[in-house]
């Protein structure tokens, strides 16, 4: 849409106002009530664009940068959107080029009995492995996911992490093998052939599927929780194992959580790590034990960093846990040298070193 006699931005946003005002009017289709609302996006023109198309592409940065905010929102295009736009595509070429060279590697952080110290499975995660070092997930995990780039992204890191379980079943045979867990991204929850892929990697790897555990996020389990449920319902049929992860931080109700097929709810690492500092954090991390062990639910604690911490879970009857104290996330060399040292301890043959002391010499 095209503005004149524009002084300033406050004149548009008075235009984008009212549009927004007239779209959110109720209309009805088929004898169905209809209300829409639209993101908008404002570009002032100024001498400095060289041409109309210049104009449009800064007014859809702000319209895109609107959408993020919410829904019915409006956004001025500033130019630290510009820059903001720049470091995106660029981000999002070098992820490409990335995927493309092989700089994406697995790496695996132990999920340990809290009784018992034992390592019971692994959490699979992505590393960027740069020439000037490791990239922070944070830094390109959402971004990859919203270009869709996250989709073979992450079928190889389930079909590297499934390779690698193999090997360790193998390795470390035990009464109760490991168990693989892998997180699914909102990209990736929604395309219809999830289970299919799933299955498909299962099989050719050769892991049966109740060694690998699903883990969803609180938020992508809610945002539509019919077809959550139908989702989680193939992927039980299929016998995977499955997680929510996150657990406490979006808005789940007893009443959806009920009808979710699930096998255990992961505590945030941000009531972990307050839950000896803050009694609110610490009745919620009570009361979401509670909740999963009145639903038949295991419960495993994220982000466990001090044996305070540790002693605490334990005497709130959580079962399972993950974090610093035990191991950061390392490769599958520094990973299966912590299996070796605990299988000698657990067998009786001789260990130069304590399997906690080997982890936390592993790459961040």
């Known amino acids: ?11 548009a946003i008075r235009v984008a106002d009212r549009i927004q005002k007239r779209l959110g009017l109720a209309f009805h289709v088929n004898s169905e009530e209809v209300i829409t609302s639209a993101s908008i996006g404002i570009a002032l023109g100024a001498p400095s664009y060289a041409s109309s198309e210049e104009l449009v592409r800064d007014a859809e940065i702000a319209m895109y940068r609107a959408k993020r905010e919410g829904k019915a929102q409006c956004m001025v295009f500033d130019q630290a959107m510009h820059a903001s736009a720049i470091k995106r595509l660029r981000l999002e070429t070098e992820l490409r080029q990335a995927l493309e060279s092989g700089e994406f590697r697995v790496h695996y952080q132990p999920i340990i009995s809290l009784h018992s110290k034992n390592v019971v499975g692994f959490e699979a995660l992505s590393r960027w492995q740069r020439p000037q070092g490791l990239v ?17 992204l992450n079928r ?32 990736q929850f929604a395309q219809p052939d999830l289970v299919t892929q799933i299955a498909a990697v299962l099989s050719e790897m050769g892991i049966a599927p109740q060694h690998l555990d699903v883990e969803i996020t ?17 992927l039980k049929a299929l016998g995977v194992h499955l997680s929510i992860d996150d657990f406490g931080t979006g808005y789940s109700s007893l009443s959806r959580l009920q009808g979710f097929p699930v096998d255990a709810l992961k505590i945030d690492r941000a009531f972990t790590s307050k839950m000896c500092v803050d009694h609110e954090s610490c009745e919620i991390v009570r009361i979401i034990i509670m909740l999963a062990h009145n639903l038949g639910l ?22 399972l846990g993950q974090g610093f104290l035990f191991s950061r996330p390392a490769d599958s060399e520094s990973a299966q040298e912590f299996l070796r040292r605990q299988h000698s301890q657990v067998s009786g043959l001789p260990s130069s070193s304590n ?6 010499k592993a790459v961040p």
């Open 298 to 319: 295991s419960v495993v604690a994220e982000g466990i960093e001090t044996e305070e911490q540790l002693a605490k879970l334990r005497n709130l009857g959580c079962e």
């Open 1 to 11: 849409m095209l503005l004149e006699d524009i002084h300033d931005s406050s004149d």
């Open 156 to 187: 190889a890191l389930l079909t590297e992490a499934c390779r690698q379980l193999r090997q360790w079943h193998s390795q470390f045979p035990s009464e109760q093998p490991l168990r693989m867990s892998v997180n699914i991204t909102p990209k």
């Open 136 to 152: 922070p997930p944070a830094e390109f995990i959402a971004v990859a996911d919203e270009t869709g780039i996250i989709l073979p």
């Open 355 to 360: 399997p906690k002391l080997a982890a936390t």
């Open 218 to 234: 609180e938020n992508i389990a809610m945002a539509d929780a019919d077809r959550s449920a139908s989702v989680l319902g193939e």
